[in-house]
């Protein structure tokens, strides 16, 4: 990989805003640098810029270096600064494979990047072929999303290997729902593929959607340029301490995506005797994305019973298809009541 031919110009030469936790590191008695008010609040001085204590529970956690990880403002962040690293606005292209998550094109179409398109297979798989068919020399990113939303299934290991191996550009694998997956993260690649980047977030199986914490995963060169284009307090002080409490805590997450497992397989299991379910496409996350008789109309009759689903009809591949999230117990047995109702109209 050439990192320096991928890189903007700009960001490549960039000389970053230096702050005054960058020049001074290290304890001391009276902090006089930043223009803080010296008055305890608790939350009166700047945050950790690299987030150090964050990162090292992360590198312990996921046995990967704290060199090798960005933390941003959620993914939603982290998906911005691949752009704003890597793509020169009206000039370069990424490569995303309809159905998957909207930030990619969203995010892309803010920073004025063309989004090249291949759809998945009618299994959800990737077509190989077609998407190494399809990039060119200004393709910088191509986003792969396993397990994937909204189809719930993972992608082919080797199929991603294979393209990490061909691709030029930057291989961006977005693990959001690792955590409910049975098959392995591609944490292990990262030491020997340097193209490979790994987005993962605490908004899923860690239960702090509302802190917006995600997490890059990357080769320590990419780190630090991306390092160079955040913003230097992007992750605040109260995310930081919230994420630093629940990292802590590894045997609730567990303990959580245990229960949100189990109930899945109920889910699945109680779904497919209902009968405006048609079809329940395998999940390795923490929904379920179920092919129905009629989609809109199923939807507008939780929505009359204060449920609320996700409505992907009119999203690629997925025609008449609910997304539905695994709740509590209590929860999906009021689905299930719902759809049971619905299908004795
Ligand atoms: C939910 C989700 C995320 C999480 O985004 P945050 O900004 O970290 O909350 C990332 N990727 C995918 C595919 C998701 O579905």
């Not at 892309?108 to 998407?131: E, G, R």
């Not at 301490?241 to 889910?267: F, G």
């Not at 989609?295 to 009809?313: F, G, H, P, T």
Request: charged share 25%.
């Amino acid at each position: 990989m050439n990192l320096e031919k991928l890189v903007r110009k700009n960001i490549w030469s960039l000389k970053p805003y230096s702050s005054a936790r960058d020049e001074f590191k290290g304890e001391a008695e009276v902090y006089l640098d930043a223009n803080e008010n010296p008055f305890n609040t608790g939350l009166n001085r700047y945050p950790d810029p690299y987030q150090w204590k964050v990162k090292d529970k992360l590198s312990k956690l996921k046995n990967i270096s704290v060199k090798n990880i960005l933390l941003g403002n959620g993914s939603d962040e982290v998906i911005d600064l691949l752009y704003r690293t890597f793509c020169n606005p009206g000039i370069d292209n990424v490569m995303i494979c309809p159905p998957t998550y909207g930030m990619y094109e969203v995010s892309a179409n803010i920073n004025d990047v063309l989004v090249k398109k291949v759809n998945l297979t009618s299994d959800f798989q990737l077509d190989i072929k077609a998407i190494l068919n399809a990039t060119d020399d200004k393709t910088k990113l191509i986003f792969i999303c396993s397990p994937n939303n909204p189809t719930a299934n993972s992608i082919n290991k080797n199929d991603v290997l294979t393209l990490i191996e061909k691709f030029k550009g930057i291989i961006v694998v977005d693990e959001a729902y690792i955590d409910f997956s049975k098959e392995q993260s591609f944490l292990q690649y990262l030491e020997k593929y340097p193209n490979l980047v790994i987005m993962q977030t605490l908004s899923k199986a860690w239960g702090l959607a509302a802190i917006r914490l995600g997490i890059l995963f990357a080769h320590h060169d990419i780190i630090q340029i991306i390092n160079k284009v955040k913003p230097p307090y992007n992750v605040n002080e109260l995310t930081q301490k919230a994420a630093m409490e629940a990292l802590s805590n590894v045997q609730q997450k567990e303990q959580w995506v245990n229960e949100i497992l189990q109930e899945r397989k109920n889910m699945e299991h109680q779904l497919s005797e209902i009968n405006c379910v048609k079809q329940i496409y395998p999940s390795n996350a923490n929904f379920i994305l179920v092919k129905v008789t009629d989609a809109k109309a199923i939807y507008n009759y939780l929505v009359e019973q204060k449920i609320i689903v996700r409505d992907r009809s009119s999203v690629t591949l997925c025609e008449n298809s609910l997304r539905i999230t695994v709740g509590t117990k209590c929860e999906n047995e009021k689905l299930i009541k719902a759809l049971k109702s619905y299908s004795k109209k």
